[in-house]
């Protein structure tokens, strides 16, 4: 029994030591790319104060300023990630974690849809902004509380819009949004030809008139 044991010892021991050449490996790839994502991700942070995305969007008023940092935050965060997985596949490969690999590679297949995501939501909170200013410059003849809930209409619509378009690039229950989309684009459309309908009958009415007239003519 002692003979077994010691043979189970031997295996043991010759088997962590032959690994541990293979884990510093490891252990370094993934230490190279933590430093890597980190300098990413300080060179992203020095483009972005550099270009001042912030000010100028603050300049606009479309966006604050710190509504605009928090983006680039999100986006500098996500791009931090992808490198460190990017790094991790070697690593667990190096380790002999294949079956992880799987795992980690469709993270990194989704990631670009994440970064997608991130800017389609900022643009359509920019859009928003852009489209509550011009609706609330437009109908300024109007009193002030029908101007800015008009203006809110507008903004939350847009916003609306754009978290399905998020929600749709992220593959979150994309046949659900599908639905809701082309359920919203009917409703629109069947609401605006009924209030053209009613708001034009009179207007169809004279145009048929003079059309009938021309004809006995």
């Keep these: ?18 690994f541990l050449p293979n884990f510093f490996g490891g252990l370094l790839i993934l230490f190279l790319g933590l430093i890597l994502a980190g300098v990413l991700r ?3 942070v020095s483009i972005f104060t550099f270009v001042r995305f912030d000010r100028f969007f603050e300049k606009t008023r479309l966006v604050g300023r710190q509504e605009t940092k928090v983006w680039q935050e999100v986006l500098t965060e996500v791009v931090r990630w992808t490198v460190i997985l990017l790094f991790l596949v070697p690593t667990l490969e190096v380790w002999g974690f294949q079956r992880a690999t799987v795992i980690v590679n469709e993270f990194i297949l989704y990631l670009p849809n994440v970064i997608i995501a991130v800017v389609m939501g900022f643009v359509g909170v920019v859009l928003s902004n852009l489209a509550a200013d011009v609706v609330r410059s437009s109908v300024r003849s109007l009193r002030p509380t029908s101007a800015n809930a008009l203006a809110v209409l507008a903004k939350s619509a847009i916003v609306f819009f754009t978290a399905l378009v998020v929600l749709n690039q992220l593959g979150v229950a994309q046949e659900l949004i599908r639905i809701l989309f082309t359920g919203i684009v009917g409703m629109l459309a069947i609401a605006g030809g009924l209030a053209f309908g009613l708001g ?5 009415k004279d145009v048929l008139d003079d059309l009938k007239r021309n004809i006995k003519q």
């Design 42 to 44: 300080s060179l992203l």
């Design 1 to 18: 029994m002692l003979e077994a044991l010691n043979s189970i010892l031997a295996r043991f021991w010759q088997s962590f030591v032959n």
């Design 200 to 204: 034009g009958k009179e207007a169809a």
